[in-house]
Each structure stands twice: as C-alpha cells, then as structure tokens.
C-alpha cells in the first residue's frame, strides 16, 4: 500500500468493553510504533516493535493495553476492559530503518468510550 | 510525560508571511524531528536534525538546533493556507522512542 493504514477510524466502546485497533504498516518496513494523542496534545509513546518483537512496552498504561506483531508485518493494538480515560486517537507508525528516524503515521483511530 | 515543548502554542499569520515556532527539550538527544499534523490526520514529517548539526533547510523549512539552550526552532518561509496544521517537535534520546511537545497551531491566513 502507499502508506500506513489503520482500521477502524473511528471507534465507539461502552466502558468495560474490549477493543482491538489495527495498523497495516507500509510493506518492509521494520520497525512499528504506537502512540496515543489526547484532544490538543502531541502523540505519548506506548510500545514498539522491531519486526515482530516487541521491544519497548513501557509506555503502554496499563495491564489492559496489550499489543501483538506476530508476523512482523500487521499489528494490533488491544484494550480490555475500556475506561473513559483511554478515550483518545491511537496513532500508529513505521519506519523502514530499526530507529525511530523519519516516521510515516496513520491517520489513527478515534476511540471514544461512553 | 512529554519532553518538548513549543513557544507559541498558537500562531496566526498572513499568506506571504514567514512563521516562526520554538521548542525547547530537557534531556540530552541524538536528533530533534519536526512534525506537520492537519486535522483530524496523522503526522507527516517534515525534518529532522541530529545533534552535531546547527541548521538544516528542506524547501521552505529552515531549523535551527541550539544544544547548548536545549531549544530548536522552525521556520516556514513565504507561508501558504495549505501550511495551516499543527506543528510539533519531537526528540530522540537514544532509547528509540520519540517524545513529543504538545504542537504549535498555525493558522495561515489567504
């Protein structure tokens, strides 16, 4: 594909209930970040990956968050249990190098929890 | 936590103009990147200067990194109204992460 590709764009959740996001990076690309954006601020890191290893989950806010890269290509972004405060855009990007230099970004997915 | 953090939060000028924002860091980095959101869309990158660098140009982009202050700047030359997004600074300590300020606003006036 021509860029970084993320399903589903919008997303609404009653609170409690599970989610998963999607990221279909560009093809090659081998290392694959997440970040969450709240309204009005920049982008916080919360895991990435470097082919299909999860390197870095540090950012991730809690044990509800998880995020899997089996295959090092596609990725998923998974949240149980949602609370209103994990209302925010999830942004998902890749980079062909293994660095975070020079990231292409999805257009993200909006999750609202109600 | 976010580390950069630009000056001014919102800035709003006439097409031809030039605009000017400011980013200031805490700890020390390996490179400094500069990001362009539109509303409602990811973001774009726009530029990114390491560390032992002083100034970079792309276009109509002009960055400035000052090590010594912890503070980079960005200039947008001869703006346009399709130059109206947000803008933001991000920097790379090293642990391959990139920490983000919270974006400058800039509006751009045809």
């Known amino acids: 594909g021509a860029g970084v590709s993320q399903s589903p764009r919008y997303k609404v959740a009653k609170r409690g209930q599970d989610v998963a996001l999607r990221c279909d990076p560009i093809?090659?690309?081998?290392?694959l970040f997440w970040y969450q954006q709240a309204l009005g601020q920049g982008p916080e890191f919360l895991t990435y990956?470097?082919?299909?290893?999860?390197?870095?989950k540090s950012g991730l806010p809690s044990d509800r968050f998880f995020a899997e890269r089996p295959e090092g290509s596609v990725s998923t972004l998974k949240i149980q249990r949602t609370q209103q405060e994990d209302s925010a855009v999830y942004l998902c990007a890749s980079s062909f190098f293994a660095t975070n230099e020079k990231l292409f970004f999805g257009s993200g997915t909006q999750l609202s929890v109600l | 936590s976010q580390q950069g953090e630009e000056d001014p939060q919102a800035l709003s000028i006439q097409e031809g103009e030039n605009a000017t924002m400011n980013c200031s860091y805490k700890?020390?980095?390996?490179?400094l990147q500069w990001y362009r959101q539109n509303s409602g869309r990811g973001l774009v990158h726009l530029i990114l200067i390491r560390s032992n660098e002083r100034e970079k140009h792309s276009g109509r982009l002009r960055v400035t990194l000052d090590t010594s202050k912890k503070s980079s700047s960005l200039l947008i030359t001869a703006s346009r109204a399709a130059d109206t997004a947000s803008y933001f600074c991000a920097t790379d300590g090293g642990n391959n992460r990139l920490a983000f300020g919270k974006g400058n606003q800039v509006v751009v006036i045809p």
């Open positions: 093809s090659g690309h081998v290392s």
């Open positions: 990956f470097q082919n299909e290893a999860q390197l870095d």
């Open positions: 700890t020390s980095i390996n490179n």
